[in-house]
């Protein structure tokens, strides 16, 4: 069993940064890949990056490409989602997951343990 607890969120003005992180309990977590999703209000969970177990490939939507970076300390059991550059479109809250490895790891139904979230506010 994993469980997730993100933290890290806020309100911020446009053109700053966040750092968000995901810290994991249970042993079998630095064998998963982790997740970042977010999801706004009426609108559906949408991918933000992954990570795979070892932290060497990372992924990130084209949405935020260049401006959120994924990354992961194993030896802290936490994953962090580094965001700049940030626009009020990227107002969410902000979930991480974590499964074992899948090619889909842009769908939310390849990960299996989920955080509650932590809300992400952009000021204009």
């Known amino acids: 069993q994993v469980q997730l607890v993100e933290s890290g969120g806020g309100l911020v003005q446009a053109g700053g940064s966040l750092r968000l992180s995901c810290s994991a309990s249970?042993?079998?977590?630095?064998?998963?890949?982790v997740g970042w999703f977010r999801q706004a209000p009426g609108k559906e969970r949408e991918f933000v990056a992954a990570?795979?177990?070892?932290?060497?490939?990372?992924y990130v939507a084209d949405s935020v490409k260049g401006r959120f970076t994924i990354s992961r300390d194993n030896l802290k059991n936490t994953v962090y989602l580094q965001m700049g550059s940030l626009k009020p479109e990227d107002t969410a809250v902000y979930y991480c997951?974590?499964?074992?490895?899948?090619?889909?790891?842009?769908?939310?139904?390849?990960?299996?343990?989920w955080g509650q979230g932590t809300q992400v506010t952009v000021s204009s």
């Open positions: 997951a974590a499964g074992y490895y899948r090619s889909t790891y842009y769908r939310p139904d390849s990960y299996n343990y």
């Open positions: 249970g042993r079998t977590f630095s064998s998963m890949a």
């Open positions: 990570v795979t177990w070892s932290g060497v490939n990372t």
